[in-house]
């Protein structure tokens, strides 16, 4: 069965760092699209970075990031281990959610960082982040 695995979640005062990551190995052979999204409680799921690891030429930045995470997040890719992480710093109680990895597959690179959440064709099962004041 095809599946993202997500770790490193956890409990962590404010402006403190954690780091995701996204164990994706059985989907990297047609996945070349993969994103982090968020969701608390009674609020919509929301994307919160993205990264285009499908191998063509970019010419450019490969990842997309939502405004309330820029200049703190970084997604990045290890390519020996078909790992994607997230790299949290300076976190807010306001990134407390449970965090999800995706992955889907585009016709180009550039419409990685605009793919909705309806067209992610694999997650994991999240991973909690809670952040306290």
């Known amino acids: 069965q095809e599946h993202l695995v997500e770790s490193g979640g956890g409990s962590v005062q404010a402006g403190r760092s954690l780091r995701l990551s996204c164990e994706a190995s059985?989907?990297?052979?047609?996945?070349?699209?993969v994103g982090w999204f968020r969701q608390s409680p009674g609020k919509q799921r929301e994307g919160v970075a993205t990264?285009?690891?499908?191998?063509?030429?970019?010419?450019?930045?490969?990842?997309g990031y939502a405004d309330s995470v820029k200049g703190r997040f970084t997604i990045s890719q290890d390519n020996g281990k078909n790992t994607v992480t997230l790299q949290m710093n300076s976190l807010k109680p306001e990134d407390t959610a449970m965090y999800y990895c995706?992955?889907?597959?585009?016709?180009?690179?550039?419409?990685?960082?605009?793919?909705?959440?309806?067209?992610?064709?694999?997650w994991g099962q999240g991973t909690q982040v809670t952040v306290s004041s």
């Open positions: 995706a992955a889907a597959w585009v016709r180009y690179p550039s419409t990685c960082p605009g793919t909705k959440a309806a067209d992610f064709t694999w």
């Open positions: 059985e989907v990297t052979y047609r996945a070349n699209c």
């Open positions: 990264i285009y690891i499908g191998g063509l030429y970019v010419n450019g930045d490969t990842t």
